[in-house]
Structures are given as structure tokens and as C-alpha cells.
């Protein structure tokens, strides 16, 4: 073995535990890594990239267990090295950086006394430490490098937390670094930020990495090579711009298509508004959050409310739901002014007008089965009973694609993300709604499963002539499905317009930043950004 | 945890010395001076657990009502009288008493005694001590003793108590533990003072927990107290009293759980003094309530009861069976000749049908306030009636209220007497028509005119033949079951030394342990 | 030391056993359920058996004990021997036939207090945290106020008042258990009600009762599960040391935790007999806690290797 | 601080209301009792007179609401008055008590804190292991017995040899040493029954953070496994554990009648319920105040040692 390569993989095995049974994570993936480079890992949820990435540190989470194949890290066989030697590996000269970093750094400790901990424990005084963890600190570009460290993680944003988390695992100057998704969980104007930062300082120190996500786009202003996993299965592996130029596998090229759905242009709203926001101004308690917003919902038509986190998007959609009454203006829905509180709605007020949640997992309760979170609705609203329900479910089971027979009965947790978003759209569907709000529906989904839950959601529009008020951050979310665009940033409305006007210069500022953060499949467009601003 | 109150009693020979003194006036040693035994020892802190003893005992005589304040108030005062350990009445703080008619009673108090305090006992303080318990806004027990008492003076040396009417009786109710002897200030005791002219000075009092005497060195018994230190401790759980005498932390516990007592004999480590008296557990009904207003009842439940098996179970032996006879063996018209009920399902059965019944079913209350084991005596007696096709339904009763709530309150429950030494007395106080004690209920034209009778009646034969007709009609007509007599159950180290005769009076040497005991 | 190679030895054969019993559960159940009970440790095994073994002795109590429950058999103390197993007690009853007959007693009483506890504590606790504001206060705080007070005392004093038949028994208990339970209840609806389920049901228009079977008590049932073991146990406890304090079960009904008090002074000469009801109790929480805790296990999802 | 200090202040408000609901409730269910303090002072030798008179010697002719706001008004002065049995000043009667009753919980708790503490450490550190499982197991057992039955077991194994008293027998002047020694078997008797709970708390806490993605984070840190215990899952444990620990520290101090009877100790639990029997409520209602003061000021010390361990509540951004 060439003394240049860092990192070496062989037919990798992992199992993961499955009641008694131990089924396949890993099957037989390969992997060589030299020193100073960057290798991306791709796939969708439940790949196995992360497994991969774990493995490369010789950790099986609980529950799993490496099974088969080789690991070899600078000459040392992870597979067969004692506990404490990979412990005193781990750290000192591989590293990790998690997906959320929010939830990875202990929130009992300051982040100083985080980063100090593996280099006190390999060796290194206490205040050397703190020295280099400033200068760390300052080359990631966080703000107050002098100070920063001594607060907790909850006082820190989430992009300078990402930042101050590849600074900790810089620590030690190791050999390998690996980054689980460290920009997944950011806001696309701060991704940019981290992403620069990461890039700058693992080519600064030379240092390898293994960089994990699923998005195409990203990975390509951070990788040398690529290499795209499937259920466990390597799919094929190649440099950068190769692989971005001519996709082999079939698969590969499926993840380049899921960018291209796009509606049909609609001509502009005309007639009446649906739902017409009228000057809303609300908040929680002192904290006034939404500032006079205003704007139209069309029947049959999207209207995508665009803002990062914070910007009063969810706001919006719980003053019209009724959660939150306004302080200020009012809803109109289909002519009649809302009462402000859903408490004081008719049932049928409240059926004409559904939600879509993020998260189905929350929005789903886990103890119910299908049969009842979809059939409740229609129970409730429209009086169906016994076979007619029965019948009503399974037609909604088929209308979002799953098979009515195979389903009925589950639990939300037998299902995958994707299917429980389905469920969540079927169980607004069974209101017979004139409104469904979603609210960042496919933000928690992989891109493909992105791509049929936006035309499961464009079908029944189109099939039922259902208006959407669709929050989102994702601008080629809104690029897809939008008609008509709001762009919202601090509880107020920047912009607003139908789409092609809207991806059209001039844009306010703010929309222009905006849409200029989204990355691109273009592995020098990170440096052009860069340079242009 | 309660006791009765006064319902014990001084023996027949007690009073009856307390009449021969009427005529003789004359002074009668206390039963020490004569029965001498071997000299005993000086010295020893003696060290009592007893199962009783609250945190909110309080210091007033009128509202004693427990052993620990029974045993400690015997630990720091004189009464004007004593009972000796045969029963009989003793001069104690009263030199000598008189009544020339029964209605005038004269006390001579003993010169040259003295309180802790040093203080001398004068005729004020005795006449104080009296008052206390006397009077329209006494809050005392014995409240009632008084009630006949018209006046009590001070006649130089003497207390001269009147009462509106004769009664022969009024020197042994002087002996009543409640009438300690305090000393007075204008006229009237302090009730929260612990100075007494007894034969122990406290030293520290915490209710409920402990008390510590020291022996008074100026006490004018000279041959009584010969410990150096006395400590009272309240120890409630009787397995903690058991743990206590066996780990020598106490010299003396009462209240053995008739369980262990073979137990404890077997380990060797300790006396077990069970002493046979009058006292006997009683399960009274109310007479005037069906279905108890039918003797024939009455009856069945009497032979539906196991009385040997009760005094093996309940008393552990310690004790005997009764004839429902609320007179015990130890009494002089004693009827020992009474067609003994044994335990009989078919007699009882035999009662049921003359009643007209086939089955019974009633409720019996009890509560270990009654007596303890009163609940293992329901749920046994429950059993053995069973065999007779008597349902009775066990209730047991919270201890705390018991007193106010059940007895003498629901028509069938458990209950205790000390025993009376005088028939007269028993008979009176517990079964004379009317009487505040019948807690039965009960009344018999015959027994009543018996009862009158036989007071006056003065050839000893006839009053013998009354008295045991009494018993009879108690026996078998009456509206108690009284299944046994209870001895007094107490056990010491083995160290601890006890004159040959220990009163069965009141339990614990009739609470006089402390001055009349010592060690090896 | 008698005691402690018999302890030994009880747990040496306890483990072979429940592994059998175990295996025979795979063997006999439907296949979805025998995969779950091929999952579950020894030590849930050796808890679904004890309790089997106590449920079924408590129905099956007059068939399986030699003599009736209050019937005086024979004299006081008797040592165990071919016709008293067990010996017999204070009054002469056989030992065992009231240690069967208390298991049904015991075990009825506590699992009717204890779920009466907990269906006033949790549905309170589910409808104070649905509701929030003011009475949720009201309800939060009296409940702080009643906890405040020592639960022992505050029973003794519900019990003089309301006497002390089998149903004020259990009337008392589990209105102070009750408080507990509202607690745990309460906290644990706190979690559920946040979530977006609750709030997309309640756009829906659904009414309180709803929410609280369909949404909150389901999600909510896994803690309270496991406290209803641990309460359940308590129960004999705090029955015992009413007995203990003068007011327990009526006699002459069979229950352990009366049977312990009754029989604890025998422990001072070393006597094992008392040892038996309270033994009882213990290996029926033992086995309790080993399940609820394999419960719970199961429901946080934890993964736990081994 | 600022924030705490705004807390402290309104559960200390929350608790005055608390205290003053408990002593409704005691007030009433002590009404509510068959009987009242001159009956059961008098016993059985009661007539109607000399209760009458006594009640009216007590005040206790009065009407209910009457008592209640005389007594009220007393203690908000600061008065708990005298013990209408005993006729002495509640504070000297209840004042050694305490003393007593809080050296025992004391006592109890420095021992069964820290070892419930480094048992719950060590069984979540080796979880599913054969020490978890006789800790468990055995801390299970514990509990499972009755109070006073574990309390004569231990007098039958450790008093009855002579190695310690079986009895209490405590005074104001015993040294430190002395005191310990002889109150250790109930001290130990209550550490059998607090600890189970309190490791069970701390084992379920710890384990229950394992998950976090933190503590895999710190595992991928190299962290060795009883630093990430001590270090990483401990101190955002510490909330649970510390409102455990609360509650059986209350539980000491309010629940411990029965052990108190068995080793004679002269605690609070014994004379509440020794006053409950006499109906002697001024008594009554005064420990009952203790009683539910201890379970406040503990329940708000473990909310304001949460808030200070957890740097979310006391920092913000």
C-alpha cells in the first residue's frame, strides 16, 4: 500500500439489528482515500453514508455491528484495534463533524471547554489549547474569535455553531476528517458561509475528508471525487467534474433529473381571491412578529411564500389557520372574514381550510393507524361511516399512490418518510378542502421523494382545483410548483408577484441574495460567488 | 392508644380494712413494714419501656389516662392512700382516716413530709390537691367522685371531706391514682408542676418520649425507692419493646404480645411475671336492640364461643376462662359452682331455634383499643361461631376514637374491665340498671332487687347466696360475653428483683414498680 | 445464613426457568407476538411468569388452598409439617391457604386502586395539560397542596374520617395516589400536547374527550405504564403500613401486607414466617418492575445492545 | 440571576398559597374527625359535663371558621400557640422534634445520595450488565418490603448481636459521634428505602441521554466511557436527579413515621400523628405547615439547582 493513501476499505460489511435478526446496512462497499483529499459521499436517506462515514472511524452505532471486510487507517486495522486505540485515533487524528450541530455539542458546557477537551486529553496544556482554539475560531470566520468560546451552544446561531464544531475537530490537526451533512439543517445564505469556510481550512491544513450529503449541488464545491451510495450499495464513484459532466449510472442520472420538474406557467390570477390576507399584524406575547403582510390566494393556483428561518413564514400560515389571532387586519376566506380565533370557526370553515406539516413525524400521531388518521376527517366532516368510510380511505390511499390493501392497517412508523408525507396530504385531501397550507413539506425529504411528493401535490391541484399556500426556504422548490411568490424576511413582505416575474431581475435586495445562494451544479460557481461579492 | 381510666379498682380487703379503720381510728402500716423480706439492694438506674405514652400526654392529674402517666405519676407523687401489693388500703400521705357516720370523712395528714421542692405537705396543699378534680369547671376524670362532696376543710391537721349522703366507700376512691398530692399556691395546684413528695425527683420530662427521676433523697419512706434513677420510656411497638429488654437497653416492659411470650421464655434471657387478677375482656351487647333483646341469642353467642381456646390464642395462656362472670375467682362471693358453658354449636343452635332463628348474622366491632388481641378474639370468635351457623361479621375499628365511637355506641363490640374486688362495686357501676358503665344496656328487675338487698344484708350466708344469684342471672341472662380473665402480663431482666407478692391491683405492682423493686 | 442459600438457590433455579418459560412462549404464541417474546431479556421472561403464577393463584385460590381462608385448623404456631405446609399461624390457620387466598386479596385490592388512581390522576392530568391557563392551576396547584401533605398521615386521617371498609380502603389510596399520577400525567401531556398532531386535530374542530383517548393517551400510555407498575406495589406497602399504624385490610381477610405487620414481632426470635407474605410483595414488584422496565425499554425505542 | 430571582420569589408566593390550602385541608379533615380534643382527652371516663366544660375551657364551643381564623391569624403573627392538650408552647414542643427529625433525613441522605448516585452512575455505565442487574434487582427488593419490616430485619441481624442499638435513644447533648452511632440503624433502614429510587432515577436519567447525539459525539471524540458519563450525560442529567433527590429528601423528612415508631425515635411524624389521635389541631396544623414548608422549600431548591445547572435557563442568548 502506497504510503500516500490515508484511508483504505475493503468489501465493508455492516449489519444493523433488526429485533433478532441483523439485516444488511453496508453491503461490500469499497473505499480509498489518499492524504489532502476530498472524497463526497452521496445518497439518499438510508444509503448508508453516514454508517460509511462512522465506519471510517471504526464506530458502529448501537444496534449495528461491522460484520464483514476491511478497515485500514494509516496502517492500523480498525477492525481488529483495541477500544482504546481507537479511542486515543479518535479525535487526535480523525474527526467528526455531525449533522446538527446544535444537538452535538453538549449543551452543558461552553464551547471553549468542548473544543479543549481532546487536545488536553492527548497531551496538550489547557491554555495552548485555548490559544489555538481563538485562531481556529478566526480562520472559520466567527465573529468575537476571542469570545465566542465562552458561550454555550445555545447562545451561538446554527451556522456559526457548524463552524465552531469543524473548528473543534480541527483541533488536533488530523489526518481525516469526516462531515456528516454539516450544512443540511442551515439556511441557504448561511450554507454559503460554512461551506467556505470548511473548504478553506480543510485545504489550508491539507487534511482529508470525507464529505457527506445529498445534495448534488453542495458536494460539488467541496469534492475532489464523488461517490454515490444506494441502500447500502456503491453505485459508481468518479472526479467531480466527471461525474457532474456525464453520469454513468442510471441511478446517478435520476438524481440530476429531479431538479427538472417544473409546472406549466399558469397564466395570472383573475377573479376573486380565495383567500385574501388583509394587513396582518401579530405576534407572541411583547415580541411582535408579523408587520402589516397582505397578499392573495388564488383558487386552483400556489402561492409560495419564500423567507429563511425566522422570517414570519409559519407565522402567516397560524394566523390563517386561526392558531394565532391577529392583533392587526383579518383573513377574508372566499368573501367572509375569518374569525380570528379557529375556536370560533364552523366545522366547515375549519374543513375548507388544511395544513401539511414539515415534520410528518410530529404531525402524524405515531399510535393511530391509517385507517383512522385519514378516515377521521371524512368521519367528522362529512359524516361517512362503516363501509363508506371504508371505501373513502382506501379511494385516498389510492389517490396518493399507496396500495390500499397493503396499507390500511399500518402504523405511521411502518411507513418511510416519504409515504408519511403522503399520509399527511391524504388525511387534508379527506376535508375535501379548498386550501391545503403546506408548510415546508418536502424540506425533511430526500430529493427524489421531493420530486413525487410535488407531483402527487401538482396532480391533485390540478385534479381538484385546490389552491396551495406553500411555505418554503427552497427556491427550486418554488422554482417547481410556485404560481405566484411572496418573499418574506423579518415578518415583513419584500416582494410579491407571480413566478416568472419573480425570477426575473430586478429583485429587491433581499431576493437577490436569496437567489443567489442557491448553489448550482457547478463546481467553480462557490469561488465565483465568492469572488463576486 | 388509650386506657380506661378508673375503671380498676382497690381490692375487697382493701376496703374493708379502710371500714375497720372507721371504728378503730386507728393507724394501719403499710403492707412493707410487715412483709420483710430479704433487704434489698440500693442502687441501678431501672430502666421501664412501656407500651404507652404520647407526645400530647400532659402534666394534669385530672386527665391522666394512660400507664406511662400512671407509672410516672407513681414515680413522683403520694396519693393520701395507697393500695398495698395484697390489696389492701395503706396510710400513705393520710396517717389514718375516720368516719363516724360515713358522711364525715377525716383525714389525718402525716407531718414531716415535703415536696421535691422542699417545701412541707401541709393540710392546704392535700385540700388543693382534691379540689382540683372537684367543682362545676373541673375538667377532671374523676369529676364525679366528687359530686356528692359538699365541702372539704381544713380542721388543723386534719381534712375534713362531707358529702351530702353516707357512703362507706369514699376512702377507697381517695386512692384513686388521679389524686396525687401537689403542692398549692392560694389555694389551687399548679397542674403543670411535676413536684411531688414521691419517692423520685424528675429530672427531665419529654411527653411521649422519656422521663428521668433521680431518687429523692429526702423521701420519708425509708425502706421504699432503691434504685438511684428511674427512666420511663414510651417504647409503642411491641417489637421494639421485645428488642429492647433483650438488648438490655430496659429493664422492664409490660404489654407482651401473648405470641411471643413462649418465645421469650425459651431464650432465657428474661422474668415473665404474669399475674392473675379480677380483670377480665368482655364482648357486651346492647339489650335493648334486637336482634340482642332475645336472651335466646344471647345465649347462642355464649356457647358459640371457644373459651379455652381464646385464653390459649388470645392470652397465650396467661390468663383464665370465664363464665361470662364479670366476678373473678379472686372475689369473696365468687360462684364457682355455675354450670360451666363450654363451647357447644349444637346448644348454640339449640338458642338460635328457640329464638325462632335458623341462622344469625351480625356485626361484632372491635379494635385492639378494646384489648389487645381484642381483633384476633373477633375473627376467632367469628370462626368458632361459624360452627353454629352464626355469621359474625368482623369490623375492625380505627383504635384512635374508639372509646367515642363504638363503644357503648354500636350494639355489639369488644371492651375490657379492670376488675372490681367488691362485688357491690362491679355490680353498680357495671350492671345495675341505668348504670354509666352498663354497657350493655342491660336491665333485670330481680338482679336490681337482689343488688339493694344484699348491701344491707349483714349474715355473711344469705349475702353469698345473693351475690351468687347475681351471677347467676349475669351469666345467663345478662348481655355480656365475658369468654376470660386476663392476667397482667409484664417481663424483667433477670436481674430485676420483685417482693414475693406483686400487686395485681393495676398493672406494674399497681404502678409502684419504681418504689417497691430493685435489682440483684 | 439458611436464608441466604436458599435465596441462592431460588435465583440459580429462577434463571433455567424463566429461559424455559420463555422458550415455550415462543413456541405457543402467534407468530408477531412470539418474535416480540423471543426479543425480551430473561428477566421480563422471569416477570411475565411470577405474575402468571400470582394471577393464576389468585383466581384459582379456593381450588389450590388446602384449607379455607379464615378457618382456626389447628393450634397456635404450629411448625410446617405434611398437613400445614406452612405451619399455621397466631389463631391456628394454615399459613398457606392464607397466603394463596392473600393473593387474591391483596393483588384485587391493589390493582382497583391503582387503576382507580389512575383513571382520576391521568385523565385529570391529560385534561389539565390539554386545557393550560387557569385551570390547569387550579388544578396544579391544589393537587402541589395535597401532595405537600406526608401521604401516611393525610390516609390515616381520610380513614378515621371514612371508616375502614375494603372500598374506603380503596377510595383513600387512590385519591392520594391519584395526586401522583395526575403529576406524571400531567408532565407527560405536556410532551404529547405540543406536538403537531395535536394541533392539526385540533383545527380540526375535534372536542377534549377526543384528544384525550385518540391523541394524548396513547402517546402518553408508555410512562404511565411504567408508573402504574411501581404504584401498584405501593400499594401493599402503604396497606401494610396502615396495618402497621391500625388500619389496614378487615380482618379476617387474608392480605399480605396485614399478615407481615401481624407477624413481625416473630421476626425478633428469628422466626421466617413473616418473611413469606412479605416476600410475596417483593418478588411480585421484582417481577413488576422487571416488565414494566422492558416496557419501557421498548416503547423509548432506546437501542440497547444485549 | 435576575430571572432566578424572579422565580424563587413567585414559588415562594405559590408555596405561601400552598401552606395556606394545607392547612384548609388539615383544618377541615380534622373537623371532619368523629370526636374532638376533650372527649379524647378525657377518654372513656368522659361525661357530658366535664367535656362541656373542658371544650369550653379550650374555646372549642366555639363555631369552626371561628378557630380557624383565630389560629390563622396567630400564625401569621408568627404565633403556632400552645397545644391545647399539653398547654405547652407548640415551638418547644415540636423544636427538638425537628431538630431530630431533620438530623435523621440528613443523616439518611448523606448516606443513600451518594450511594444511589454512584450506583445509578456505575449501572447506566455498565448497563445490561450483571452488576446493573443485581443493582437493580437488589435496589428493587429494598423497596419492595415494608419499612418497618426491613427495620426489624436490620435489629434482628445488627442489634440483637450488640453491634448497634435497637432503640434511639437521643439527647440534646450527645456528641456528634455518639448520635451517629446510635441513630445509625434507622438512618440505614431509610437508606434501603430512599435509594432504590433515587438510582433508578439516575441510571434511567444518564441512559436516557445516551442517545443524544452529543454523547455520540463525544464518543467519536475519543471520549472514554466514564468521562462521557461524568462529564457528558451527568450534567444534563442533573435536572431529573436533582427533583428526585428532592422528593426523597421530603420524603424523609415528612414520611418516616413508621420507622420512627419502630426505633422509638422522637421525630415530627410521631407526635402529628399522636396529635391527630387527640385531635390536638393547633399541633396538627403546625407540623402539617412543617411538613408541606420542607416539601415546598425542597421541590423550589431542586427547581432553582435545575435552573442553575442548566445553562439554557440561566443564559440567554
Not at chain 4, 422509638?264 to 405547615?289: C, E, F, N, T, W
Request: aromatic fraction near 8%.
Amino acid at each position: 500500500m502506497s504510503s500516500d493513501v490515508l484511508l483504505q476499505i475493503r468489501d465493508l460489511q455492516i449489519e444493523g439489528r433488526a429485533g433478532e435478526d441483523w439485516l444488511p446496512i453496508i453491503k461490500g462497499v469499497n473505499l480509498t482515500l489518499k492524504r489532502g483529499e476530498v472524497l463526497g459521499l452521496i445518497g439518499e436517506s438510508g444509503a448508508g453514508k453516514s454508517t460509511l462515514g462512522l465506519a471510517a472511524m471504526g464506530f458502529a452505532r448501537d444496534g449495528c455491528r461491522i460484520s464483514g471486510g476491511e478497515i485500514n487507517f494509516d496502517g492500523i486495522d480498525l477492525r481488529t484495534a483495541s477500544e482504546r486505540a481507537k479511542r486515543n485515533l479518535r479525535g487526535q487524528r480523525i474527526a467528526y463533524v455531525a449533522q446538527s450541530a446544535a444537538a452535538s455539542f453538549n449543551p452543558a458546557h461552553k464551547l471553549i471547554d468542548q473544543y479543549c477537551e481532546v487536545p488536553v486529553l492527548g497531551g496538550m496544556s489547557r491554555s495552548k489549547a485555548a490559544d489555538e482554539a481563538v485562531t481556529l475560531y478566526r480562520k472559520m470566520q466567527l465573529p468575537d474569535p476571542e469570545d465566542i468560546g465562552f458561550r454555550y451552544p445555545h447562545q451561538v446561531s446554527g451556522g456559526q455553531l457548524q463552524r465552531a464544531m469543524t473548528a473543534m475537530a480541527m483541533a488536533c490537526h488530523p489526518d481525516l476528517i469526516i462531515f456528516d451533512e454539516p450544512t443540511t439543517a442551515l439556511d441557504v445564505t448561511t450554507q454559503i458561509e460554512v461551506l467556505a469556510a470548511i473548504r478553506d481550512i480543510v485545504r489550508d491544513f491539507n487534511t482529508a475528508a470525507i464529505y457527506i450529503t445529498h445534495d448534488l449541488a453542495v458536494v460539488a464545491q467541496m469534492a475532489d471525487r464523488i461517490k454515490i451510495l444506494l441502500r447500502g450499495d456503491e453505485v459508481e464513484e468518479a472526479d467531480t467534474r466527471a461525474m457532474l459532466a456525464a453520469p454513468k449510472a442510471e441511478y446517478t442520472k435520476s438524481l440530476w433529473a429531479v431538479r427538472s420538474f417544473t409546472r406549466p406557467e399558469q397564466p395570472p390570477a383573475e377573479g376573486a381571491p380565495l383567500v385574501s390576507v388583509q394587513g396582518v399584524t401579530a405576534g407572541y406575547g411583547k415580541a411582535q412578529i408579523l408587520h402589516d403582510v397582505s397578499f392573495d390566494i388564488h383558487p386552483g393556483r400556489t402561492v409560495a411564500v419564500v423567507g429563511e428561518s425566522g422570517s414570519g413564514k409559519s407565522t402567516v400560515a397560524r394566523v390563517i389557520t386561526g392558531l394565532l389571532p391577529p392583533r392587526e387586519g383579518q383573513v377574508v376566506f372566499d368573501g367572509q372574514p375569518l374569525p380570528p380565533d379557529y375556536r370560533a370557526r364552523t366545522r366547515d370553515q375549519l374543513r375548507q381550510c388544511q395544513m401539511i406539516y414539515q415534520m410528518a413525524d410530529t404531525a402524524l400521531n405515531p399510535k393511530l393507524p391509517l385507517r383512522e388518521l385519514i378516515g377521521r376527517p371524512a368521519q367528522m366532516y362529512l359524516g361517512l361511516k362503516g363501509r363508506a368510510l371504508d371505501a373513502r380511505v382506501r379511494d385516498l390511499l389510492a389517490l396518493i399512490e399507496l396500495e390500499p390493501d397493503q396499507y390500511i392497517d399500518r402504523l405511521p412508523s411502518e411507513l418511510s418518510g416519504g409515504q408519511k408525507q403522503r399520509i399527511g396530504i391524504a388525511r387534508a385531501l379527506a376535508a375535501e378542502p379548498r386550501l391545503i397550507i403546506c408548510d415546508e413539506v418536502t424540506s425533511a425529504l430526500d430529493q427524489i421523494v421531493q420530486e413525487g411528493i410535488l407531483k402527487l401535490l401538482d396532480r391533485l391541484q390540478r385534479e381538484f382545483g385546490l389552491a396551495y399556500m406553500f411555505i418554503t426556504h427552497d427556491l427550486s422548490t418554488v422554482r417547481a410548483i410556485a404560481d405566484d411568490v411572496v418573499v418574506m424576511q423579518l415578518g415583513r413582505v419584500v416582494e410579491q408577484g407571480p413566478k416568472p416575474e419573480m425570477f426575473t431581475p430586478p429583485h429587491a435586495p433581499y431576493t437577490d441574495l436569496l437567489l443567489s445562494s442557491v448553489p448550482e451544479m457547478d463546481p467553480d460557481w462557490l469561488t465565483r460567488l465568492l469572488a463576486a461579492r | 392508644m388509650h386506657n380506661k381510666p378508673t375503671r380498676n379498682s382497690v381490692t375487697r380487703r382493701g376496703l374493708l380494712k379502710g371500714a375497720t379503720a372507721l371504728g378503730a381510728a386507728g393507724l394501719i402500716l403499710p403492707a412493707s413494714y410487715r412483709a420483710a423480706q430479704a433487704t434489698p439492694n440500693q442502687g441501678g438506674t431501672f430502666r421501664i419501656g412501656l407500651g404507652h405514652g404520647n407526645s400530647t400526654d400532659g402534666y394534669d392529674p385530672g386527665l391522666w389516662d394512660n400507664l406511662y402517666a400512671q407509672v410516672f405519676a407513681a414515680s413522683r407523687h403520694n396519693q393520701l392512700i395507697e393500695v398495698d401489693a395484697d390489696g389492701q388500703l395503706a396510710p400513705e400521705i393520710a396517717e389514718s382516716w375516720e368516719s363516724p357516720d360515713g358522711k364525715t370523712w377525716v383525714f389525718r395528714i402525716r407531718e414531716g413530709v415535703s415536696f421535691h421542692s422542699g417545701k412541707t405537705v401541709t393540710v392546704e396543699d392535700v385540700i388543693a390537691s382534691l379540689n382540683h378534680h372537684r367543682g362545676d369547671d373541673a375538667t377532671s376524670a374523676i369529676k364525679q367522685f366528687f359530686d356528692p362532696v359538699t365541702d372539704i376543710s381544713a380542721d388543723g391537721q386534719n381534712v375534713v371531706v362531707t358529702l351530702d349522703a353516707p357512703n362507706g366507700d369514699f376512702a377507697y376512691l381517695m386512692s384513686d391514682y388521679h389524686l396525687a398530692i401537689m403542692p398549692s399556691v392560694d389555694g389551687r395546684i399548679d397542674p403543670a408542676s411535676t413536684d411531688g413528695c414521691g419517692p423520685y425527683v424528675v429530672e427531665s420530662y419529654e411527653p411521649g418520649v422519656q422521663a428521668s427521676l433521680t431518687r429523692n433523697p429526702d423521701y420519708w419512706k425509708s425502706d421504699r425507692a432503691h434504685f438511684d434513677r428511674v427512666e420511663i420510656l414510651a417504647i409503642l411497638d411491641s417489637a421494639a419493646r421485645l428488642n429492647a429488654l433483650m438488648t438490655g437497653q430496659v429493664d422492664l416492659i409490660d404489654q407482651i404480645d401473648p405470641a411471643t411470650i413462649g418465645m421469650l421464655e425459651a431464650r432465657n434471657v428474661a422474668n415473665i411475671l404474669s399475674i392473675p387478677g379480677n380483670a377480665h375482656y368482655v364482648f357486651p351487647m346492647d339489650s335493648r336492640a334486637a336482634p340482642f333483646n332475645d336472651n335466646n341469642v344471647r345465649l347462642a353467642l355464649k356457647y358459640a364461643i371457644d373459651r379455652q381456646e381464646m385464653v390459649d390464642k388470645i392470652l397465650g395462656g396467661h390468663g383464665a376462662v370465664s363464665n361470662d362472670n364479670p366476678i373473678g375467682p379472686a372475689n369473696r362471693y365468687f360462684h364457682a359452682d355455675m354450670e360451666a358453658k363450654t363451647f357447644d354449636p349444637d346448644r348454640a343452635r339449640f338458642h338460635l331455634r328457640e329464638a325462632g332463628m335458623e341462622s344469625l348474622s351480625v356485626d361484632l366491632h372491635v379494635a385492639d383499643a378494646a384489648f389487645s388481641g381484642a381483633v384476633d378474639a373477633g375473627a376467632l370468635f367469628a370462626e368458632t361461631a361459624a360452627q353454629s351457623g352464626i355469621n359474625i361479621n368482623l369490623v375492625r375499628e380505627p383504635n384512635d376514637g374508639y372509646w367515642d365511637n363504638v363503644w357503648m355506641q354500636k350494639p355489639f363490640c369488644a371492651s375490657y374491665w379492670g376488675g372490681r374486688a367488691v362485688e357491690d362495686h362491679m355490680f353498680t357501676t357495671g350492671y345495675a340498671t341505668g348504670a354509666s358503665w352498663n354497657d350493655s344496656f342491660w336491665s333485670n328487675e330481680r338482679f336490681d332487687e337482689l343488688l339493694v338487698m344484699a348491701r344491707s344484708e349483714i349474715n355473711e350466708d344469705l349475702r353469698r347466696e345473693m351475690y351468687q344469684e347475681m351471677q347467676q342471672i349475669v351469666s345467663f341472662e345478662g348481655s355480656v360475653i365475658i369468654p376470660m380473665n386476663n392476667n397482667f402480663v409484664m417481663a424483667t431482666a433477670q436481674n430485676v428483683v420483685t417482693p414475693e407478692q406483686v400487686s395485681a391491683n393495676w398493672n406494674l405492682d399497681g404502678f409502684r414498680c419504681v418504689e417497691r423493686w430493685w435489682f440483684a | 445464613m439458611n436464608v441466604l442459600i436458599f435465596l441462592v438457590l431460588a435465583i440459580a433455579a429462577s434463571i433455567p426457568l424463566s429461559y424455559a418459560f420463555r422458550a415455550g412462549l415462543v413456541r405457543v404464541l402467534p407468530h408477531e407476538k412470539a418474535l416480540v417474546a423471543r426479543d425480551m431479556p430473561l428477566t421480563a421472561a422471569f416477570g411475565i411468569m411470577v405474575i402468571g403464577v400470582y394471577v393464576i393463584v389468585a383466581f384459582a385460590a379456593p381450588l389450590l388452598a388446602p384449607f379455607p381462608e379464615r378457618a382456626v385448623v389447628g393450634s397456635q404456631f404450629q411448625p410446617w409439617d405434611s398437613t400445614y405446609l406452612l405451619g399455621t399461624d397466631r389463631l391456628g390457620r394454615d399459613m398457606l391457604s392464607r397466603l394463596i387466598y392473600g393473593a387474591r386479596n391483596t393483588v384485587g385490592i391493589a390493582f382497583a386502586t391503582t387503576a382507580l388512581a389512575f383513571v382520576v390522576g391521568a385523565l385529570l392530568g391529560i385534561w389539565a395539560a390539554l386545557r393550560g391557563g387557569w385551570l390547569d392551576q387550579l388544578l396544579s396547584r391544589f393537587v402541589d397542596a395535597l401532595m405537600a401533605i406526608p401521604s401516611l398521615i393525610f390516609s390515616l386521617l381520610l380513614l378515621t374520617i371514612f371508616g375502614t371498609s375494603v372500598l374506603t380502603l380503596i377510595l383513600v389510596i387512590a385519591a392520594v395516589d391519584a395526586t401522583r399520577v395526575y403529576r406524571i400525567a400531567r408532565s407527560v401531556s405536556q410532551g404529547v400536547v405540543v406536538m403537531d398532531y395535536i394541533e392539526a386535530a385540533r383545527l380540526r374542530g375535534e372536542g377534549n374527550w377526543y384528544l384525550i383517548r385518540h391523541e394524548i393517551l396513547p402517546n402518553a400510555l408508555a410512562p404511565l405504564v411504567a408508573e402504574f407498575g411501581l404504584r401498584f406495589c405501593f400499594v401493599f406497602l402503604t396497606i401494610s403500613s396502615l396495618s402497621f399504624l391500625g388500619l389496614g385490610i378487615q380482618p379476617p381477610t387474608a392480605d399480605w401486607g396485614s399478615m407481615v405487620r401481624d407477624n413481625a414481632t416473630l421476626i425478633t426470635f428469628g422466626d421466617m414466617t413473616p418473611l413469606m407474605p412479605a416476600g410475596a410483595i417483593a418478588l411480585l414488584t421484582v417481577a413488576v418492575n422487571f416488565v414494566v422496565d422492558w416496557q419501557l425499554y421498548r416503547a423509548s425505542g432506546l437501542k440497547e445492545q444485549g | 440571576m435576575h430571572a432566578v430571582l424572579m422565580m424563587i420569589l413567585q414559588r415562594l408566593g405559590l408555596g405561601i398559597l400552598t401552606l395556606f390550602v394545607v392547612s384548609v385541608v388539615i383544618f377541615g379533615a380534622t373537623e371532619l374527625l368523629p370526636g374532638d380534643l376533650a372527649s379524647s382527652l378525657l377518654g372513656q371516663s368522659a361525661t357530658p359535663e366535664t367535656v362541656a366544660a373542658l371544650r369550653q375551657q379550650m374555646g372549642l364551643d366555639q363555631p369552626a371558621p371561628v378557630r380557624y381564623w383565630t389560629w390563622l391569624t396567630g400564625v401569621v403573627q408568627g404565633d403556632f400557640g400552645v397545644s391545647l392538650a399539653t398547654r405547652r408552647p407548640i415551638s418547644d414542643m415540636m423544636s427538638m422534634r425537628l431538630g431530630n427529625t431533620v438530623f435523621l433525613a440528613l443523616y439518611a441522605a448523606a448516606i443513600a445520595v451518594p450511594l444511589s448516585l454512584v450506583l445509578g452512575i456505575l449501572a447506566a455505565l455498565w448497563r445490561n450488565s450483571l452488576f446493573d442487574r443485581v443493582a437493580n434487582a437488589g435496589a428493587l427488593s429494598a423497596i419492595s418490603f415494608p419499612e418497618f419490616f426491613v427495620a426489624y430485619i436490620l435489629i434482628f441481624l445488627l442489634a440483637q448481636s450488640g453491634v448497634f442499638p435497637s432503640m434511639v435513644r437521643i439527647s440534646p447533648a450527645m456528641g456528634l459521634t455518639d448520635k451517629l452511632y446510635v441513630t445509625f440503624l434507622p438512618a440505614l433502614t431509610l437508606t434501603l428505602v430512599v435509594t432504590a429510587h433515587m438510582m433508578r432515577m439516575t441510571r434511567a436519567a444518564i441512559i436516557n441521554l445516551m442517545a443524544s447525539p452529543y454523547i455520540e459525539m463525544a464518543r467519536l471524540k475519543g471520549v472514554s466511557p466514564l468521562r462521557i458519563v461524568l462529564r457528558h450525560a451527568l450534567p444534563n442529567a442533573l435536572a431529573p436527579i436533582i427533583n428526585v433527590v428532592a422528593l426523597n429528601l421530603a420524603y424523609l423528612i415528612t414520611g418516616v413515621v413508621v420507622v420512627e415508631v419502630v426505633f422509638v425515635y422522637p421525630g415530627l411524624g410521631q407526635l402529628m400523628v399522636d396529635s391527630v389521635a387527640k385531635r390536638d389541631i393547633a399541633v396538627v396544623q403546625a407540623i402539617a405547615l412543617i411538613f408541606a414548608s420542607a416539601y415546598v422549600l425542597l421541590n423550589l431548591t431542586a427547581d432553582v439547582l435545575s435552573t442553575l445547572t442548566n445553562p439554557r435557563l440561566m443564559r440567554r442568548k
